[in-house]
């Protein structure tokens, strides 16, 4: 899929969620301090930031009450200033009201749609974001940038990136709310620093050096772009020193082989890291994808199993299974695992595809198993009669995600979309639909339209 596609998550059931409350202009902080508030400020960019998104929130959920509130983001700059009760918080997810441009505008037929994606990593080995609020003074939480994270051939999730801009927010704070930047300057109070995650801007070097490059971080940035050869090439030149660089080196090898589908090879290769660690999850993953791409199932069943045993959470293991149990008519054991798989990544197969492409390879090369296509009963937003030339369509790309249940749980439209494409992507979004099968086993199925790549292929 396009890395800079915009991730439009819908079909979400909400759990009840305080708002939070805007300072008011004649807010103090000892105002805030006596109805047992603090403040968060900051701001938010990179997802939702075209005219045709509105009303944007950070979601956050209570570790202590498990009560959820969301921090508003406003309209124009994306700045946050929300006053909400002392205490730790787990960040959930961000939302957004995506409103379909059309001409003429006709918001009665194209509804605004509320939009979510999570934020928590779904390789499992990065700790989910949180955030701490005082009570003694505001909490500055940075810049907060979202965007989706590739690492390798395997979709990575959501991540957060924090920019540490203290002194211009400080600034748009008194800009905005000048009593309460008076009163904290008056009382002495300076706000703390909490980034929800560590900030991640690197300063440059001061110098390179040609050549010197590290050979790891060379590999790892082939492989991201898709040049296995030359990352294999590359490798092969490299002399591990220690233990820790020389199984790294062998996953990368084995990584960038299954990226150009020399399966037995990375078979061999990722084989080798899991014995030496089998805690590898990384190594654990990739072996799994080579052994289903190679059609040995067994193996990848079992493979699967021990990463969802691992990551009880984890969506491709689920995903994987519930194929692979459909492909042998265990209708029972596929419908749990498919149930297990959008219990937390509702976005997971719109950027990363190999579950989908491993199952129809079964079903059409192989030939294992009848497979019938998800199927539209009623179009609720009749589609666009005239979708636009291929000349101008080149860039559009659309992609819905259609559950075993025939609910549409997620949904993307491409970044440089335009015309009559966002109102298709709608249309099939407010859709009624008869779920995907396999051997008359309901499955999740994608509908995609327009150009995309396929990521851990």
Do not use: C
Not at 143 to 151: L, R
Not at 186 to 199: E, M, T, V
Not at 263 to 277: F, H, R
Not at 320 to 349: I, M, N, P, S, V
């Amino acid at each position: 899929m396009q890395r800079t596609i915009l991730a439009l998550i819908v079909g979400f059931v909400f759990t009840s969620t305080a708002l939070a409350d805007t300072p008011g202009d004649s807010t103090s902080w000892r105002d805030l301090v006596s109805e047992g508030e603090s403040l968060v400020f900051g701001r938010f960019v990179g997802k939702f930031e075209s005219a045709e998104f509105s009303s944007r929130r950070v979601r956050i959920r209570d570790h202590h009450s498990g009560e959820e509130r969301v921090l508003n983001v406003d309209d124009g700059v994306g700045y946050i200033a929300e006053t909400i009760p002392p205490g730790t918080y787990s960040v959930v997810g961000i939302e957004a009201v995506y409103v379909p441009r059309s001409r003429p505008f006709k918001p009665d037929k194209y509804r605004p749609i509320r939009q979510k994606f999570g934020v928590r990593p779904k390789t499992g080995d990065v700790n989910e974001a949180f955030l701490i609020v005082p009570p003694d003074r505001p909490v500055y939480i940075g810049t907060i940038e979202a965007a989706i994270a590739v690492d390798g051939v395997v979709y990575r999730g959501h991540q957060l990136r924090v920019y540490d801009d203290y002194d211009d927010a400080l600034k748009r704070l008194s800009n905005f709310y000048p009593r309460l930047a008076q009163s904290l300057d008056r009382d002495g109070i300076a706000p703390a620093r909490h980034f929800i995650l560590k900030p991640t801007r690197r300063a440059d070097p001061l110098e390179s050096v040609v050549g010197a490059e590290d050979p790891i971080r060379q590999a790892r940035e082939y492989i991201a772009s898709r040049k296995f050869t030359q990352a294999v090439a590359w490798l092969e030149t490299f002399m591990p020193t220690n233990d820790s660089e020389r199984h790294e080196v062998r996953l990368l090898v084995g990584e960038a082989l299954l990226g150009d589908r020399r399966y037995p090879e990375s078979i061999e290769e990722l084989g080798e890291v899991l014995l030496a660690n089998p805690r590898e999850l990384r190594a654990l993953r990739l072996l799994a994808r080579a052994h289903a791409y190679n059609r040995n199932l067994p193996d990848a069943q079992n493979l699967y199993e021990a990463l969802a045993e691992a990551l009880p959470e984890d969506a491709e293991a689920h995903l994987h299974l519930g194929y692979l149990y459909a492909l042998k008519d265990q209708r029972e054991k596929a419908l749990e695992q498919f149930g297990a798989a959008f219990q937390t990544d509702f976005d997971y197969l719109l950027h990363d595809v190999a579950p989908f492409a491993i199952a129809m390879r079964a079903v059409f090369e192989d030939e294992e198993g009848t497979y019938q296509p998800p199927r539209v009963v009623k179009f609720d937003v009749p589609p666009p009669k005239e979708m636009d030339s291929r000349r101008s369509g080149r860039s559009s790309s659309i992609a819905v995600l259609v559950d075993h249940r025939g609910k549409v749980v997620a949904a993307h439209l491409g970044g440089d979309s335009s015309g009559s494409t966002p109102l298709m992507m709608v249309s099939l979004v407010r859709a009624t639909y008869a779920p995907a099968s396999l051997n008359g086993i309901p499955i999740p199925a994608l509908l995609t339209m327009g150009e995309g790549e396929e990521v851990g292929q």
